[in-house]
């Protein structure tokens, strides 16, 4: 089973982790905001697929605080599996990206796609705190990444 953990504030991240979930299909994967989930969930899943906004140059404080309470129980326990990331960025990406890799690399995790950006093109205060809607190709190209994620699994390529 693919887990599909995702935190989003301005429903640009949460639209694509649904994309990303619904590229899976339901059967496939789960869907859980990274406040509800737990090392125990972790331990159950197959791969993982982490989607946040990035917020100042890092990741989201709420995926932040879920790696904060899963890391030290699952150090040894998910060696290997596969991730990959989608990230909303406002402009850049790649200080969230950055910092959801160390903190894997830790767990030995495995990326098995290249880093999904999205940019949203946010600059003013006003365009950054306003609700998002992803354009349709870019939420296509996270539903493809559910759906390869999700076969690779299910063909043991991963």
Known sequence: MLLIIWHSRTGAARAMAEAAFAGAGAGRA?????????????????GYLFVC????????????EMFDRCYYPLLGQIEGRPYATAIAAGSDGRGAEAQIDRIVTGWRLRRIAPPLIVNMGAQLPEQILAPKTVPAGELDRCGDLGAAFAEGLDLGLF
């Open 30 to 46: 789960c869907l859980v905001p990274a406040e509800q989930v737990c090392p125990e969930r972790m331990i159950d899943a197959r």
């Open 53 to 64: 906004p990035e917020n100042l140059a890092t990741m989201s404080g709420t995926m932040k």
